[in-house]
């Protein structure tokens, strides 16, 4: 049984702030952000009878007062709210449930100046990242994405010029969004000059460090076309993840995003030309240009020439993460719940001046961990469906 | 690199031949007898067949640099930035995370040959590293 166009993204609503802090925290962030997305799908808790979210579903049910029949706290790290949907959307086409909400807040900002401790929770006793990484003092995350970088130029040439390109093409989008938190626009000179961190990764090629928060509303297609707001169908969605430590990775260049992508890809019957916004995990550069060649954008060893000239800017062939992404919007920790928001905002016209004219079909395609758990999303308009 | 201040890894219960062998210096590796193959990390069965027929090798401890980095805001006070972080790749085919000391960290590039050196930890156990293999 296909899962395709039987379930929809009917409601989203996320919280950032250009400061890159929020008023609120915890619950009542998550709190807020349902209300938003409910009230965006035109619809209320009453109706809500799945809950997703990456910590507990049990306990976020609990604080809203809900009993629902569909419950998930998969925690894949960032791509986790890519997952939540594709469950949901197999939990609506099996006729599981009806109203589906999933919710993400953190704040590590605020948190860290009001002294709220976030501190690493080091799991006890003997595991095998603590007995066989940690004594090497290896930077994370962003360690093992310069693990990654490093073997993409070795093998490829990838220039650091061509890893820059895209945190300025990023930039350029987030120039168009005015709740983006860096909005002012950067060359990749800017680039290589900003501080080096894991090389060859320098401070602008690393995602911020903002509070941020987001939920999605879904129901099932039959329900969606009742609603106020165009549905944005899930077409197809998979996932994939082939290691936990970036040692365990079978090919540095290669993210099980090659799997993900190509089934997500196959269910919803398009292709990567098809594609009108690509919303791409950007914790790093590196990453975003993992995604372009994983999921078929361009051939393998081919990010670097492809990005160049601002392809995946404003005015490129390829509109790339257009709410200014991790580099340039948000990042709260776990993006991934951003690139779902963003892409419902794109399908429905809502973006603004950083609308993509006539967009029909977005990916939302979630990293998670040391780009060990891949999850796409192809999402698309009611046109797409036919 | 100061020993004291080093993360001294725990002794997964699996991995205490390995932890023993490096009191005298001795790299050791997992072979699947089955599967006729190494498998990193210690583990109690083959991750390719979930046979237990496992047995401790001693690996020559050379290899190549797959990938490397050089954190440039040290994690550690056992570490002085900046510092080479590298998958090194076994001659026997596993990869390993470890630093590459004794040379400067901007000479370390992918594809260098390495060879296995030892930092003491206060337990007697030594923590295996890289050197330039020349």
Redesign the interface.
């Known amino acids: 049984m296909s899962m395709r166009g039987r379930a929809a993204i009917v409601g989203v609503a996320d919280a950032v702030s250009p400061t890159g802090e929020l008023a609120t925290h915890g619950r009542a962030l998550e709190a807020r952000v349902i209300r938003e997305a409910l009230a965006d799908a035109g619809l209320t808790l009453a109706d809500v009878d799945g809950v997703c979210h990456g910590q507990s579903s049990v306990g976020l049910a609990e604080y809203l007062g809900i009993h629902p029949r569909f419950t998930e706290s998969t925690n894949t790290g960032g791509s986790s709210y890519e997952i939540h949907v594709e469950h949901a959307a197999a939990a609506l086409a099996a006729g599981l449930c009806e109203v589906v909400i999933g919710v993400y807040a953190s704040t590590p900002r605020s948190d860290r100046r009001h002294g709220r401790s976030r501190e690493f929770q080091r799991p006890p ?4 990242m ?11 995350p962003m ?1 093992p994405y ?6 993409h ?2 093998e490829f040439g990838t220039t650091s010029e061509q890893l820059a390109q895209i945190a300025v093409s990023t930039r350029a989008w987030a120039g168009l969004n005015p709740r983006a938190r860096h909005r002012e626009p950067i060359t990749v000179e800017d680039v290589l000059a900003s ?7 320098h401070l602008l090629d690393c995602c911020l460090v903002t509070d941020g928060a987001g939920a999605f509303v879904m129901t099932t297609a039959e329900r969606a076309r009742a609603l106020p707001k165009p549905p944005v169908y899930v077409l197809g969605a998979a996932t994939c993840h082939d290691h936990s ?4 990775m079978p090919d ?1 260049t290669v993210t099980p995003g090659a799997v993900s992508g190509a089934n997500a890809f196959r269910q919803a019957g398009v292709k990567p030309s098809d594609v009108d916004v690509l919303m791409g995990y950007d914790s790093f550069t590196i990453t975003a240009l993992l995604h372009l060649e994983d999921l078929g954008f361009c051939a393998k060893g081919e990010g670097g020439p492809f990005v160049e000239e601002g392809r995946t800017g404003p005015g490129g062939l390829l509109p790339m993460n257009t709410n200014g992404g991790g580099l340039s919007y948000t990042h709260p920790g776990q993006y991934g719940m951003f690139l779902i928001v963003e892409s419902a905002r794109q399908l429905r016209g809502e973006a603004g001046p950083r609308q993509v004219r006539g967009a029909e079909i977005a990916v939302a395609h979630g990293s998670g961990m040391v780009l060990s758990v891949m999850s796409t999303l192809v999402l698309g308009t009611e046109g797409a469906l036919s | 690199m100061s020993e004291a201040a080093r993360f001294e890894p725990p002794i997964s219960e699996v991995a205490e031949p390995f932890w023993d062998a490096t009191r005298e210096g001795r790299l050791l590796l997992q072979w699947c007898t089955a599967c006729a193959r190494p498998v990193w990390y210690p583990r109690e069965v083959c991750p390719r067949c979930l046979g237990s027929t496992l047995e401790w090798r001693e690996s020559q401890g050379r290899g190549v640099v797959y990938a490397c980095t050089v954190e440039h805001k040290a994690q550690t006070r056992a570490l002085e930035a900046p510092y080479v972080v590298a998958l090194v790749e076994l001659d026997e085919g596993v990869r390993l995370l470890s630093n590459v000391v004794g040379c400067p960290p901007d000479r370390v590039a992918v594809g260098d040959r390495v060879q296995v050196t030892w930092e003491p930890l206060s337990d007697g156990r030594r923590l295996p590293l890289f050197e330039p293999d020349d």
């Not at chain 1, 501080?195 to 990764?201: D, E, F, H, R, T």
Request: hydrophobic share 45%; no cysteine; proline share 14%.
């Open positions: 006793g003997p595991n095998p603590v007995e066989w990484e940690l004594p090497y003092g290896m930077r994370m360690g310069a693990l990654a970088a490093s073997r130029m070795a501080p080096m961190q894991s090389s060859p990764l430590m970036i040692s365990q540095l």
